[in-house]
């Protein structure tokens, strides 16, 4: 069952703005995860952010958590036409389950 | 490092036909998850091992589907009979489990079409 529900479904924007995705989630987490997919490709991992954590960055990604939300956000900056994909933001449960619970994602297309 | 490793990376065949889905994980991790991905369900996680032993496999969706792991370096999933519905994209993934660290590499996939 799914999980995590990011928002927007969808996002178009122009090369050198900043993309942001939500993602928001039901149950106790250990962590959250991002994560992204070219068309027609495997996922590759962004960025891991653990429970006790409210921030945090990779390159031109950042990441937050509210635990008390259950809601997470993933900002691009500087956005590039190589940043069009889909991005997932996925789960890990806090009872120590080791599989990830992947939402349906938001497919980011970047206009050169 | 080569990655996750799969094959095939396409398949087709037909309704009733048994299909096996191959993964050789990154060398040096202890998990490996099969998921699948389809437009209607998006990405489910279908089983995962720990040291080759089975875990959890809640997911799988039915007895037709069944997974093996009998070292550290190969993994099956079988489908036998495959349905129509069963064409989705498989993906298989390993991770090293530290306690800490729960990053998951992904195989390419396999794209598994049942006519």
């Known amino acids: 069952s799914q999980q995590g529900e990011e928002d927007p479904q969808a996002l178009s924007i122009q090369e050198g703005e900043n993309a942001t995705m939500n993602c928001s989630y039901k149950?106790?987490?250990?962590?959250l995860q991002w994560y992204r997919q070219n068309s027609g490709r495997g996922l590759v991992h962004l960025i891991l952010?653990?429970?006790?954590?409210r921030e945090k960055h990779s390159g031109r990604l950042r990441v937050t958590l509210d635990t008390s939300k259950k809601s997470s956000s993933l900002l691009i900056t500087a956005s590039r036409a190589a940043d069009t994909a889909s991005y997932f933001c996925?789960?890990?449960?806090?009872?120590?389950?080791?599989?990830?619970?992947f939402g349906k994602g938001t497919h980011l297309i970047i206009q050169p | 490092d080569a990655g996750v490793i799969q094959s095939p990376r396409h398949e087709v065949t037909e309704m009733g036909q048994e299909v096996t889905l191959r993964c050789k994980p990154i060398?040096?991790?202890?998990?490996l998850f099969w998921y699948r991905q389809t437009m209607m369900r998006g990405l489910e996680l279908l089983i995962y091992?720990?040291?080759?032993?089975?875990?959890?496999d809640s997911g799988m969706p039915e007895d037709r589907f069944s997974a093996k792991m009998p070292n550290a370096s190969f993994s099956t999933l079988k489908i036998q009979p495959s349905e129509p519905r069963d064409s989705a994209v498989y993906f298989c993934?390993?991770?090293?489990?530290?306690?800490?660290?729960?990053?998951?590499?992904f195989g390419p996939g396999t794209r598994l079409t049942v006519l």
């Open positions: 060398s040096g991790h202890n998990s």
């Open positions: 993934a390993s991770s090293l489990r530290t306690g800490y660290t729960d990053t998951q590499y």
């Open positions: 149950t106790s987490i250990n962590n």
């Open positions: 952010i653990r429970s006790n954590e």
């Open positions: 091992f720990n040291n080759n032993v089975p875990i959890d």
């Open positions: 996925a789960t890990v449960g806090g009872g120590g389950a080791d599989g990830l619970t």
